[in-house]
């Protein structure tokens, strides 16, 4: 279970570039088959699966006209309402030669995706907004809305889901029955979790405890699916005219072209309100996956509710160490100073005197439950687990333990590791409280190519308890994130149910409140002076407009469209970019708008428009000036807030613009398997700008020797780049530590890796 808090990613290769020469050891395997979070789904058939995109819609003859010439190529889903395309099953040799003679847009091979609440409703206003009634004099509780889950399925049978559960489609099996898989070992409980967020309505109750749940079933055993049935399930729930649909689930390519989020821009321009989850792979910024990456969606991070939060200070360091509870672990409360000890990976015969000790145990090997099971039968007071790749993580025990375990960072463990090998510490534990703070999880924008702000907004997503089956659980990511915002849209929906989804969209984000990073958020308080923000706020492409306040955006009198501004990529010779924004009076007063003039910065000059005023149900549309003098403002990225005055109320729009190439990764989601035909291989990688020059070298993982190129390319094509290498390309077999580097505009990335080549 705890392999599933980290839903959103399927595999993370890439990351900020490591030194070569570092131990092969430490480095992220790649192994032969793709490294999934959860066991891979068993494929019926060695051949490769690719969507072709086409330029223009064809009917079904024609589409089997293209590929009538291709005798081993078989068609096999035809879209119409998601894309205008089609899904082939063939040799990659084969699709390929379709591809280059096909009027596509784009031939896209198939990836993998993985499935990534009272306190929390009563935080973002929805428990306020049942107290409010639509034009019908109903409550608004989502009544009359119908939600898409696109996930693992749903427990229908749930007494918290059944009265709100309106049918489904299995997109694994192909059949109606969207039943979540129950398969010992391989079940799944996710798309429950989501659900109950959305629509619980029996003991817990969710955001919208009366809006109606269509489940349709996109990832299989294990919580694996791959682009072919998430496309599928887009397609159908568009052909069920639902209102809104939730993706909780996502790939580490952050591009703006990939599919799935190509497709959600065609189911808003089709009136559905597309939601997805914005990726578990934070703090870096450039980490947000498709389809969080869709310009028209609404992309959603993960804030904090309230939480204890408890920080470790050891005799010898430093500062302080911000431990993260692991969902189903005892309460942290040590009230006195405790000795520190190493308990290696968590083993039985790992964990040598530890009674009345906190256990430092390093992430891996054996599950989190059984590591602090370990510790607690060796009479452990508490459980540290440090994670074992870069960064720090969230998780969640498969059964309750008795003693407090809590996770922090692969640097933070391995400074307290060092000091343990050395001598003995002695550490205090000093529990605090956060409130609306940005999760360190959280992924963050912006997005590669398209330069769009991305999360959108903000909804809490640590420690969320919802519906499974069987009964309830605790669970953290930006996936219980999204369906916070997927009900408080149907809430919104009802209370107007003629608002587009840009509308309900902007309603959410213009009323959203920004984060701060400052002791003023974690106390959950909020200060504007002179109709500006104080204390030091999270990055635009961090949190969007912010944590949402559904009550608020159902009571909005102005709406502010688009809700965030992208001015593009400015060079030397352009300086001057303009931005267009519709002001609409939804209120049934006079009301006055106003921009309040921004924070003055050397090199950047706005012009905005004077103050106006507009009728009751009137809109006027304006534009926005900015320039830029590239000699004296040098940033890469800059972005923040325009303040707009509409009567009582302040709107806070999010902007951003790049300055040339950014520093975003030029490589990304590299994955290395053995091919369709006997002795081939291939790699796929993703590269947001294109190259210059691109390569994979190959070093022996034992003395870091150079011994050639697997490929090497120059002037690469934006996007996701696949090559099949034939037996004669390949080197000699054995284990090889590899470098996958892309250069573009003189900025070089490279990510590391191990890969094995078979005889």
């Given at each position: 279970m705890k392999r599933l808090l980290a839903i959103l990613l399927i595999f993370q290769i890439c990351g900020p570039a490591s030194q070569i020469?570092?131990?092969?050891?430490?480095?992220p395997t790649i192994s032969i088959k793709k490294p999934l979070i959860?066991?891979?789904?068993?494929?019926?058939?060695?051949?490769?699966?690719?969507?072709?995109?086409?330029?223009?819609?064809?009917?079904?003859?024609?589409?089997?006209?293209?590929?009538?010439?291709y005798k081993n190529i078989k068609l096999r889903r035809i879209f119409r309402e998601a894309i205008d395309g089609f899904s082939v099953q063939g040799p990659p040799d084969a699709i390929a030669q379709l591809a280059a003679k096909t009027p596509t847009l784009q031939v896209s091979?198939?990836?993998?995706?993985?499935?990534?609440?009272?306190?929390?409703?009563?935080?973002?206003?929805?428990?306020?907004?049942?107290?409010?009634?639509?034009?019908?004099?109903?409550?608004?509780?989502?009544?009359?809305?119908?939600?898409?889950?696109?996930?693992?399925?749903?427990?229908?049978?749930?007494?918290d889901l059944k009265r709100n559960y309106a049918g489904g489609h299995d997109?694994?099996?192909?059949?109606?029955?969207?039943?979540?898989?129950?398969?010992?070992?391989?079940?799944?409980?996710?798309?429950?979790?989501?659900?109950?967020?959305?629509?619980?309505?029996?003991?817990?109750?969710?955001?919208?405890?009366?809006?109606?749940?269509?489940?349709?079933?996109?990832?299989?055993?294990?919580?694996?699916?791959?682009?072919?049935?998430?496309?599928?399930?887009?397609?159908?729930?568009?052909?069920?005219?639902?209102?809104?649909?939730?993706?909780?689930?996502?790939?580490?390519?952050?591009?703006?072209?990939?599919?799935?989020?190509?497709?959600?821009?065609?189911?808003?321009?089709?009136?559905?309100?597309?939601?997805?989850?914005?990726?578990?792979?934070?703090?870096?910024?450039?980490?947000?996956?498709?389809?969080?990456?869709?310009?028209?969606?609404?992309?959603?991070?993960?804030?904090?509710?309230?939480?204890?939060?408890?920080?470790?200070?050891?005799?010898?360091?430093?500062?302080?160490f911000r431990i993260q509870p692991l969902e189903g672990s005892n309460t942290w409360s040590l009230d006195r100073s405790l000795e520190l000890v190493d308990g290696g990976i968590g083993r039985k015969e790992d964990i040598k005197n530890a009674m009345g000790k906190i256990v430092l145990i390093q992430r891996g090997k054996i599950t989190f439950s059984e590591k602090a099971e370990n510790a607690r039968a060796a009479g452990a007071k508490a459980v540290i687990i440090y994670n074992n790749i870069k960064g720090s993580f969230i998780g969640n025990l498969e059964s309750s333990v008795k003693i407090p375990v809590g996770a922090i960072s692969?640097?933070?463990?391995?400074?307290?590791?060092?000091?343990?090998?050395?001598?003995?510490?002695?550490?205090?534990?000093?529990?605090?409280?956060?409130?609306?703070?940005?999760?360190?999880?959280?992924?963050?924008?912006?997005?590669?190519?398209?330069?769009?702000?991305?999360?959108?907004?903000?909804?809490?997503?640590?420690?969320?308890?919802?519906?499974?089956?069987?009964?309830?659980?605790?669970?953290?990511?930006?996936?219980?994130?999204?369906?916070?915002?997927?009900?408080?849209?149907?809430?919104?929906?009802?209370?107007?149910?003629?608002?587009?989804?840009?509308?309900?969209?902007a309603a959410l984000m213009n009323t959203a409140k920004p984060l701060t990073k400052s002791s003023l958020a974690q106390a959950g308080t909020y200060q504007e002076k002179n109709h500006r923000l104080q204390g030091p706020l999270y990055h635009t492409y961090e949190q969007g407009a912010g944590r949402v306040q559904v009550d608020r955006a159902v009571q909005t009198t102005s709406?502010?469209?688009?809700?965030?501004?992208?001015?593009?990529?400015?060079?030397?010779?352009?300086?001057?970019?303009?931005?267009?924004?519709?002001?609409?009076?939804?209120?049934?007063?006079?009301?006055?708008?106003?921009?309040?003039?921004?924070?003055?910065?050397?090199g950047l000059t706005w012009?905005?428009?004077?103050?106006?005023?507009?009728?009751?149900?009137?809109?006027?549309?304006?534009?926005?000036?900015?320039?830029?003098?590239?000699?004296?403002?040098?940033?890469?990225?800059?972005?923040?807030?325009?303040?707009?005055?509409?009567?009582?109320?302040?709107?806070?729009i999010p902007y951003l613009y790049v300055l040339e190439e950014p520093g975003y990764p030029r490589v990304m989601g590299f994955d290395f398997a053995q091919g369709d035909q006997p002795g081939h291989y291939h790699y796929e990688v993703y590269l947001p700008g294109g190259a210059d020059e691109f390569g994979i070298a190959l070093f022996d993982p034992g003395d870091y020797r150079f011994l050639g190129f697997l490929d090497g390319r120059t002037n690469v094509n934006q996007g996701l780049l696949r090559v099949d290498i034939p037996p004669d390309k390949l080197p000699a077999p054995q284990t090889y530590l590899i470098k996958v580097f892309a250069k573009k505009a003189g900025k070089e990335d490279f990510v590391e890796g191990m890969i094995s080549i078979e005889k």
């Amino acid at each position: 279970m705890k392999r599933l808090l980290a839903i959103l990613l399927i595999f993370q290769i890439c990351g900020p570039a490591s030194q070569i020469n570092r131990a092969s050891a430490m480095l992220p395997t790649i192994s032969i088959k793709k490294p999934l979070i959860h066991p891979p789904i068993p494929k019926s058939t060695k051949e490769t699966v690719a969507i072709v995109m086409l330029d223009k819609p064809q009917s079904e003859q024609a589409i089997r006209q293209l590929i009538q010439p291709y005798k081993n190529i078989k068609l096999r889903r035809i879209f119409r309402e998601a894309i205008d395309g089609f899904s082939v099953q063939g040799p990659p040799d084969a699709i390929a030669q379709l591809a280059a003679k096909t009027p596509t847009l784009q031939v896209s091979p198939v990836s993998e995706y993985k499935a990534e609440t009272e306190e929390s409703v009563k935080i973002i206003g929805g428990e306020t907004v049942r107290g409010f009634f639509d034009q019908n004099n109903q409550r608004l509780t989502g009544k009359g809305v119908t939600v898409g889950v696109i996930d693992t399925g749903v427990d229908y049978t749930h007494p918290d889901l059944k009265r709100n559960y309106a049918g489904g489609h299995d997109l694994v099996d192909n059949d109606r029955d969207p039943m979540e898989t129950l398969t010992p070992g391989r079940a799944t409980l996710h798309g429950t979790h989501v659900a109950g967020i959305i629509a619980a309505n029996g003991k817990i109750k969710g955001v919208a405890p009366d809006a109606k749940i269509i489940a349709y079933r996109a990832l299989g055993p294990g919580g694996g699916g791959t682009t072919e049935q998430v496309l599928a399930a887009i397609e159908q729930a568009i052909k069920d005219k639902v209102d809104i649909m939730n993706l909780s689930l996502g790939n580490s390519v952050n591009g703006p072209d990939m599919p799935i989020s190509l497709a959600l821009n065609r189911a808003v321009e089709k009136g559905i309100i597309a939601v997805a989850a914005s990726g578990n792979t934070g703090p870096n910024v450039w980490t947000v996956g498709s389809p969080g990456t869709a310009s028209k969606a609404i992309s959603v991070g993960a804030s904090t509710p309230v939480q204890k939060i408890p920080f470790l200070t050891v005799a010898g360091l430093r500062g302080k160490f911000r431990i993260q509870p692991l969902e189903g672990s005892n309460t942290w409360s040590l009230d006195r100073s405790l000795e520190l000890v190493d308990g290696g990976i968590g083993r039985k015969e790992d964990i040598k005197n530890a009674m009345g000790k906190i256990v430092l145990i390093q992430r891996g090997k054996i599950t989190f439950s059984e590591k602090a099971e370990n510790a607690r039968a060796a009479g452990a007071k508490a459980v540290i687990i440090y994670n074992n790749i870069k960064g720090s993580f969230i998780g969640n025990l498969e059964s309750s333990v008795k003693i407090p375990v809590g996770a922090i960072s692969k640097r933070d463990g391995e400074l307290l590791h060092q000091l343990l090998t050395k001598q003995a510490a002695v550490a205090s534990i000093k529990v605090m409280e956060e409130q609306d703070v940005l999760a360190e999880f959280s992924s963050r924008g912006p997005v590669t190519g398209s330069w769009d702000i991305k999360p959108d907004i903000l909804a809490p997503g640590v420690a969320i308890n919802s519906t499974i089956p069987g009964g309830y659980l605790s669970l953290q990511g930006t996936s219980m994130a999204a369906p916070h915002i997927a009900g408080a849209c149907a809430l919104i929906k009802q209370a107007h149910p003629d608002w587009t989804p840009e509308q309900i969209k902007a309603a959410l984000m213009n009323t959203a409140k920004p984060l701060t990073k400052s002791s003023l958020a974690q106390a959950g308080t909020y200060q504007e002076k002179n109709h500006r923000l104080q204390g030091p706020l999270y990055h635009t492409y961090e949190q969007g407009a912010g944590r949402v306040q559904v009550d608020r955006a159902v009571q909005t009198t102005s709406l502010v469209t688009p809700s965030s501004l992208r001015f593009g990529k400015f060079s030397n010779q352009e300086n001057v970019h303009q931005a267009k924004l519709k002001v609409e009076n939804i209120g049934d007063k006079v009301q006055h708008y106003a921009f309040s003039i921004p924070l003055n910065e050397d090199g950047l000059t706005w012009k905005l428009p004077l103050s106006f005023t507009l009728k009751p149900h009137e809109s006027k549309e304006i534009t926005l000036e900015l320039m830029v003098d590239a000699k004296l403002f040098k940033r890469k990225i800059h972005d923040g807030y325009l303040t707009l005055k509409a009567g009582n109320s302040t709107i806070q729009i999010p902007y951003l613009y790049v300055l040339e190439e950014p520093g975003y990764p030029r490589v990304m989601g590299f994955d290395f398997a053995q091919g369709d035909q006997p002795g081939h291989y291939h790699y796929e990688v993703y590269l947001p700008g294109g190259a210059d020059e691109f390569g994979i070298a190959l070093f022996d993982p034992g003395d870091y020797r150079f011994l050639g190129f697997l490929d090497g390319r120059t002037n690469v094509n934006q996007g996701l780049l696949r090559v099949d290498i034939p037996p004669d390309k390949l080197p000699a077999p054995q284990t090889y530590l590899i470098k996958v580097f892309a250069k573009k505009a003189g900025k070089e990335d490279f990510v590391e890796g191990m890969i094995s080549i078979e005889k």
